[in-house]
């Protein structure tokens, strides 16, 4: 069965999705076989231009889309596309901090089966009360480190270990609020509420994150220096990866949660997803969804990729949103084909901050060419962003602004392609 193909588009909706945590259980499970469909972007050209280089573009839209919640253009007050490193010494903070913190909670456990029923309950809801005040400081925490790379007061390198150390203490805390369920599920009764327990899950996975657990890999080394990209308002954050042929991307925009009662259903979570990402739902080959009245999370599978959406009850917003998607998949919207200097170079786009297809031939024989490709904006010094594979393509993420391709070939050879990438909002379709 042929693979249905992904077009990348932004759903300016005020909602976001979150992926690679657990979920809960009790929740609802899906399977499903994907639906064997054929989309291909149609095109228009727009612009040719004159010898000694031949510039053309052509924009395509598809109906078939993987939408994505983004920052509206308009609210962004940062955005920063850089390499970063591995660096041994958060790394090793990570590790010293990850074995205090699970040491703490054997310990805890240990403690709780010495103790006798009665007392064993009232230090299981005094370990929740930690719990749930651990959970505030890292909110906070996050809220602040967000506030502080907008205004330009924190470095991108100093977000990101903000956020990865983030990432790392809530999977602990979710490790010890399943210890201590398991402890409570011992009593007679039901000493914590259930409702307790999962918004307490939820809160948790909503500080962990793909990108964030990437940016983890890439300090401690177990993946390769990579370009990442952060995007932020004052209150919400992007931030996207292209690694080991995926497209990872994280929204999180938890100012836009409403109030008030909510009549949200799984029923109505599974129409929800199938209108904002319609192409990826036929594609998927399970989901499930789980959640309280106010908030709900939906896991959708698919081949060598996954989608993760936490929706708002009251507004039925996506306020979280994480992506995973494979690279061999993903249908660009438009294109610019530059001819120069014995080189034939194609850039198929997304959208500003997406992943970017580049594709280098020989303007003669048409034979695929390994080439160095560098990026460049505003008269700066341009960045190496890799080199082209065998197939003479390679994929990487587009900067917010204008930028210039600059392609180097074997000899001396060189095109240079200036793009203006389309804002998220352009791109939408069917919605």
């Given at each position: 069965?042929?693979?249905l193909?992904?077009v990348?588009?932004?759903?300016?909706?005020t909602?976001?999705?979150g992926?690679?945590v657990?979920?809960p259980?009790g929740?609802?499970d899906?399977?499903r076989?994907?639906?064997?469909v054929?989309?291909?972007?149609s095109?228009?050209?727009?612009?040719?231009?004159?010898?000694?280089?031949?510039l053309?573009?052509?924009?395509?839209?598809?109906?078939?889309?993987?939408n994505?919640v983004?920052i509206?253009?308009?609210?962004i007050?940062?955005?920063?596309?850089?390499r970063?490193?591995a660096?041994?010494?958060?790394?090793?903070?990570f590790?010293?901090?990850?074995?205090?913190d699970r040491?703490?909670?054997?310990?805890?456990?240990?403690?709780?089966?010495?103790?006798?029923?009665?007392?064993?309950g009232?230090?299981?809801?005094?370990?929740?009360?930690?719990v749930e005040?651990?959970i505030?400081?890292?909110?906070t925490?996050?809220?602040?480190?967000?506030?502080?790379f907008s205004?330009?007061?924190?470095a991108?390198?100093?977000?990101?270990?903000?956020l990865?150390?983030?990432?790392?203490?809530?999977?602990?805390?979710?490790d010890?609020t399943?210890?201590?369920?398991?402890?409570?599920?011992?009593?007679?009764?039901?000493p914590?509420?259930?409702?307790?327990?999962?918004?307490m899950e939820?809160?948790l996975q909503?500080?962990e994150g793909?990108?964030?657990?990437?940016?983890?890999?890439?300090?401690?080394?177990?993946?390769?220096?990579?370009?990442?990209?952060?995007?932020?308002?004052?209150?919400?954050?992007?931030?996207?990866?292209?690694?080991n042929?995926q497209?990872?991307?994280?929204?999180?925009r938890?100012?836009?949660?409403?109030?008030?009662d909510?009549?949200?259903?799984?029923?109505?979570?599974?129409?929800?997803?199938?209108e904002?990402?319609?192409?990826?739902w036929?594609?998927?080959?399970?989901?499930?969804?789980?959640?309280?009245?106010?908030?709900?999370?939906m896991?959708v599978?698919?081949?060598q990729?996954?989608?993760?959406?936490?929706?708002?009850?009251?507004t039925?917003?996506?306020?979280?949103?994480?992506?995973?998607?494979p690279?061999?998949?993903?249908?660009?919207?438009?294109?610019?084909?530059?001819?120069?200097?014995?080189?034939?170079?194609?850039?198929?786009?997304?959208?500003a901050?997406?992943?970017l297809?580049?594709?280098v031939?020989d303007?003669?024989?048409?034979?695929?060419?390994?080439?160095?490709?560098t990026?460049?904006?505003?008269?700066?010094?341009?960045?190496?962003?890799?080199?082209?594979?065998?197939?003479?393509?390679?994929w990487?993420?587009?900067?917010?602004?204008?930028?210039?391709?600059t392609?180097?070939?074997?000899?001396?050879?060189?095109?240079?392609?200036d793009?203006?990438?389309p804002?998220?909002?352009t791109v939408?379709?069917g919605?």
């Open positions: 069965m042929k693979r193909p992904l990348i588009a932004v759903l300016l909706v909602t976001v999705i992926v690679g657990g979920l259980s929740g609802v899906g399977e076989q994907a639906a064997s054929d989309a291909q972007p095109s228009q050209p727009q612009l040719s231009d004159a010898n000694p280089s031949q053309s573009d052509t924009m395509g839209a598809d109906t078939n889309v993987t994505t983004a509206p253009a308009g609210e007050e940062r955005s920063d596309l850089r970063q490193y660096d041994l010494g958060p790394a090793a903070e590790d010293t901090d990850l074995t205090t040491l703490a909670t054997r310990t805890i456990e240990h403690e709780l089966d010495a103790l006798a029923a009665d007392e064993r009232e230090r299981i809801a005094a370990e929740l009360n930690a005040t651990e505030d400081a890292l909110e925490r996050e809220r602040t480190a967000i506030r502080e205004r330009e007061e924190l991108p390198r100093e977000l990101l270990i903000e990865a150390t983030i990432h790392l203490e809530a999977a602990t805390l979710r010890r399943d210890m201590l369920e398991s402890q409570a599920s011992t009593l007679d009764g039901e914590i509420s259930t409702s307790r327990l999962q918004r939820y809160d909503m500080l793909p990108l964030r657990a990437h940016v983890v890999s890439v300090l401690r080394a177990e993946r390769p220096a990579d370009r990442i990209l952060i995007e932020t308002s004052d209150t919400s954050i992007t931030m996207a990866a292209i690694d042929e497209y990872i991307r994280e929204v999180n938890k100012p836009l949660r409403g109030t008030g909510s009549q949200l259903t799984p029923e109505r979570i599974e129409e929800l997803t199938t904002r990402y319609p192409t990826l036929e594609q998927s080959t399970s989901w499930s969804t789980d959640g309280l009245e106010s908030v709900f999370v896991s599978s698919f081949d990729g996954e989608l993760r959406t936490f929706t708002d009850g009251p039925e917003r996506t306020f979280i949103e994480h992506q995973r998607l690279l061999d998949d993903v249908i660009t919207g438009s294109e610019t084909t530059k001819v120069q200097d014995g080189l034939n170079v194609t850039v198929e786009q997304t959208y901050g997406g992943p297809r580049l594709t031939t303007a003669e024989t048409g034979e695929p060419l390994e080439a160095t490709v990026v460049g904006q505003d008269g700066q010094e341009s960045q190496t962003v890799g080199t082209t594979n065998a197939d003479g393509a390679l990487t993420l587009s900067p917010r602004a204008s930028f210039t391709v392609v180097l070939g074997e000899d001396t050879s060189a095109a240079f392609v793009i203006t990438p804002a998220p909002e939408t379709s919605q």
